[in-house]
Structure formats: structure tokens, C-alpha cells
């Protein structure tokens, strides 16, 4: 549900008689809390790292599990969608649409492709296997000696996309 620039989102626990609120800003700063249905008090555990009751940990991590498939729906798609629009509009390219799951964008004159766009589990990349967030990857082909100037590009957007963030604060 939006009002305003927020989004609420409210959930059910499959593990106890619980309700999670989550709270997206604009910004993409997430908050959440844990209520217990039958008391309408609010499951001060959730945060308390030091405790290790089972029923504790498996609250844990269902909420968890709810605020990971928020960040891989919202957050990751959010920046592949970016990523989608700035070469359309660079270069006027388009995604295959054969492929629902990635984006192939392709020469086209010569239909070779140049980048591919795909969310990739995070441990696969950190190498934490327990880590299941997705991150959005682009795979480019790139001339060696154009690298520079691309990467050159690239974190001068991310300086740029970070002061936006924290004005936004």
C-alpha cells in the first residue's frame, strides 16, 4: 500500500499467530516491526541478537526471508530497470525479449551482444553461500582500452546516486 512517497507492506508470519509492518521510504530506507496478533504488542525479540530460542530464531528468520524477497522484487529490480533505461537511451537498444529471466542487449547490426543483465545470488559472488540476497550484475564487452573511461563514468554515477540518497535523508 503507498501513501505519500512510503510504502507499507503488512504479512503474516506462517510461523506464529505474527504480523510484520515493513516501512519503505523514497529513499529506499527499510524499517520493520514484528506484532503479535492476540496481544497487539510488538516482538521486541526480533532484535535482540543475544537470544537464541528456537521459536526467537525461527521468527528470525521468516522475517528475514520477507525482508530479502522485498530487497531481490523491489531493490535489485529497481536498478536493473536503471541500468535498462540508461542504454536505451544511450544507445537505443532494447533487451531480447526471448529471455524473461536476463536482459541480452545485442549490436544491431551484427546482433552480437555486448551486455548481459542478471541478478546473481550474493554469497555466489562473496562466496557466503549463506547470503541469498540478489544483486543485479552487468556483464559487458568492452574494448580494453575504452575500460577506463567506463569505469571512469561509472563511479562518478555512483558518487552522484549516493548524494542523491543521502539528500534525501
Known sequence: MKNGDDY????PLKSANFLAKIRILL???VSGNVYDLDTGE???LLR????TGSFSAVVKAEYRTILQDIAGKCFVKAQADRIKDEIKARYGDEPDKKFPDYAVFRNPQNRK???LLMAVLLGKLTGDEKDQ?????LNLKLAEEKL??????ALAMLD????FTERKK
Open 8 to 11: 507499507y507492506l503488512e504479512v
Open 160 to 163: 552522484e546516486s549516493r548524494a
Open 27 to 29: 529513499a529506499g530506507k
Open 148 to 153: 577506463p573511461a567506463l569505469l571512469e563514468e
Open 48 to 51: 535482540v541478537e543475544s537470544n
Open 42 to 44: 510488538e516482538y521486541l
Open 113 to 115: 551482444w555486448y551486455g
Open 133 to 137: 540476497q540478489e544483486a543485479a550484475v
